[in-house]
């Protein structure tokens, strides 16, 4: 059984940037595509982006493409969200997840194993 850990969230101030870390539990890590999702207390969950297997493409929605970069590192198995100039309506539960296919993944029905999230508070 596969796992996710998600790690480097925490509070900060608007303005500040934060690296989130995903940890996928062995090396089949490479054969997976993997997705950021985040959650705002009393919303569902919302898309952030993806990256493909090998990292040669990627995607991040629309309205956090400008400030957020999604990045993987297959020989440390990890994913990475990287979060610029962080907006009070940033504030949410971070989760990756991995899709057991090669491409990018949009939906959260591609996904097949989730981590147990990150919170970031965003802190005027």
């Known amino acids: 059984q596969e796992y996710l850990v998600e790690s480097g969230g925490g509070l900060v101030q608007a303005g500040d940037s934060l690296t989130l870390s995903c940890v996928f539990s062995d090396a089949s890590f490479k054969n997976y595509a993997m997705g950021w999702f985040r959650q705002a207390p009393g919303k569902e969950r919302e898309f952030v982006g993806t990256?493909?297997?090998?990292?040669?493409?990627?995607y991040v929605t629309v309205s956090m493409k400008d400030r957020f970069t999604i990045t993987r590192d297959n020989a440390k198995n990890t994913a990475y969200l990287q979060l610029n100039s962080l907006k009070l309506e940033d504030t949410a539960v971070y989760y990756c997840?991995?899709?057991?296919?090669?491409?990018?993944?949009?939906?959260?029905?591609?996904?097949?194993?989730w981590g147990q999230g990150t919170r970031v508070t965003v802190s005027s």
């Open positions: 990256i493909n297997w090998s990292g040669s493409s990627s």
């Open positions: 997840a991995a899709a057991a296919k090669k491409g990018t993944q949009y939906s959260v029905y591609d996904y097949d194993y």
